[in-house]
């Protein structure tokens, strides 16, 4: 038989209890570190605002009604939108193109639209603006804008001071018909609606308290376990 493998030197009381202070110190500089980082980082907040899209008839079809949703998140985040809204704000295309998100409540016809931006007026603003500008795409029809073009040419002819008498009751007539029937598309055409303003959330989406703070903590008890290592080995080395 083999003899009993010796047993390895024990640390002294005074020694574990440097030990446990050591790896203490470490976990709370860690958690220090990541409260700091918090504070320091560039903080980014969510800016929301919420629309509603009409589906009428396509709400009995639910794949169908789910593409045409799916459809307009893809609407919002698209030049169409976008462009429109980097021109009057002077914001870049790439800057919206990433940071501006559409998402649908489940089983609603509700669409939220989210800005990142890490000044909260702004963001406010950029929302609302994105919003606005899909208002305007989703609810003109290519027939709202035939309809337009009629009544603007029939108004250039009406302000001619050359045009025949007979001509100018006839071309009054006109555009108070026009002009009916874009009321009258416009009450029933808006499909999209804004149901809830543009807001800010107060707590910034990055850095988040938690994660940092958590991050922080494993970085200290990661530290604490290599220095303590260090010097359990020390102290025992014969």
């Given at each position: ?57 396509k709400s009995s079809d639910s794949d169908n009604a789910d593409r045409t949703l799916t459809t307009q998140t893809v609407i919002i ?130 850095p988040n308290t938690l994660i940092t703070l958590a991050i922080g903590a494993l970085v200290g008890a990661a530290a604490a376990a ?13």
């Amino acid at each position: 038989m083999f003899p009993p493998r010796p047993s390895g030197p024990t640390l002294t009381s005074p020694q574990q209890t440097r030990l446990v202070l050591v790896s203490a110190i470490a976990v709370v500089l860690g958690l220090l570190g990541g409260l700091i980082a918090t504070m320091v980082l560039p903080h980014i907040y969510a800016a929301q605002t919420t629309i509603r899209y009409s589906l009428g008839e396509k709400s009995s079809d639910s794949d169908n009604a789910d593409r045409t949703l799916t459809t307009q998140t893809v609407i919002i985040g698209g030049r169409e939108v976008l462009q429109p809204v980097a021109d009057s704000t002077g914001v870049p295309i790439d800057y919206l193109t990433k940071n501006v998100s559409a998402t649908i409540v489940p089983n609603s016809e509700i669409i939220q639209i989210q800005v990142l931006h890490p000044d909260r007026s702004s963001g406010i603003q950029l929302a609302d603006a994105v919003a606005k500008q899909y208002l305007q795409v989703a609810n003109t029809s290519d027939n709202r804008a035939q309809l337009q073009s009629q009544l603007d040419n029939a108004q250039r002819q009406l302000a001619v001071p050359t045009t025949p008498p007979d001509a100018v009751a006839d071309l009054q007539g006109q555009v108070a018909d026009l002009q009916s029937q874009l009321a009258q598309d416009a009450s029933t055409s808006d499909l999209a609606a804004i149901v809830a303003p543009a807001f800010s959330q107060t707590a910034p989406v990055f850095p988040n308290t938690l994660i940092t703070l958590a991050i922080g903590a494993l970085v200290g008890a990661a530290a604490a376990a290599l220095i303590g290592t260090s010097m359990v080995r020390r102290w025992t080395r014969r």
